[in-house]
């Protein structure tokens, strides 16, 4: 099985920049694992599609950025595969941000963020999500803001396992910017929306507005 689009960076390398359109892959749809000094940039106008298989470890999106890099950017119009659609591990010392306007995933989680203790600020912003496990999860170790957007409906487990939930956030007491949760419908077997904030600010949610 191969990535659609697979790239591994080194230490002394810079920016990595991926402009595509439509991808497929036979494992994962994209996947990048930079350990440069620079940022992780991912910008796909067409859909993304890792294996669609739910028995599958397919990603639709899959990107690890090492403690030398800086920011990470996602920006994605549809994204689609039987594990997890979106995977980001942002190690570096900068943002994390994830947009996309639809994204599927058959077995496990929709988008999963997770952040290093050098990073700054972690945001995802989406239209719908359909997961089989749980819609949106973010496990923010940085010191900026936790921020997540959804503008359509959130359904997680969509696998009828009964574990899902929609939106799962936390982050650590380093973290000095508060968490902040915007989504309009959220189904979920379990909660709908889970915030561990031990941050040094607050936690403001708006549900169905």
Do not use: F
């Amino acid at each position: 099985m191969w990535n659609g689009i697979d790239i591994t960076s080194q230490a002394t390398s810079g920016k990595v920049d991926v402009k595509v359109n439509t991808v497929q892959g036979g494992h994962h749809g994209i996947a990048v694992a930079h350990s440069g000094t620079d940022s992780l940039l991912i910008t796909a106008t067409g859909l993304v599609e890792g294996d669609t298989n739910k028995d599958a470890a397919g990603y639709g999106i899959y990107a690890v950025n090492s403690a030398n890099g800086t920011d990470v950017t996602i920006k994605a119009v549809d994204v689609t595969a039987g594990d997890e659609g979106i995977r980001v591990v942002n190690s570096g010392k900068g943002d994390t941000t994830v947009e996309a306007k639809s994204v599927t995933s058959r077995a496990w989680d929709g988008v999963n963020v997770t952040t290093g203790a050098l990073s700054q600020a972690a945001s995802v912003k989406v239209g719908t999500v359909s997961a089989g496990d749980d819609g949106i999860v973010v496990a923010h170790n940085g010191v900026g803001a936790l921020t997540v957007t959804a503008t359509g409906k959130i359904s997680a487990d969509t696998d009828a396992q009964g574990v899902g939930s929609g939106v799962v956030t936390a982050n650590t007491a380093t973290s000095k910017g508060g968490t902040i949760i915007n989504v309009g419908e959220v189904a979920a077997s379990q909660v709908g929306v889970l915030v561990d904030n031990y941050g040094t600010l607050g936690t403001t949610i708006t549900a169905g507005a």
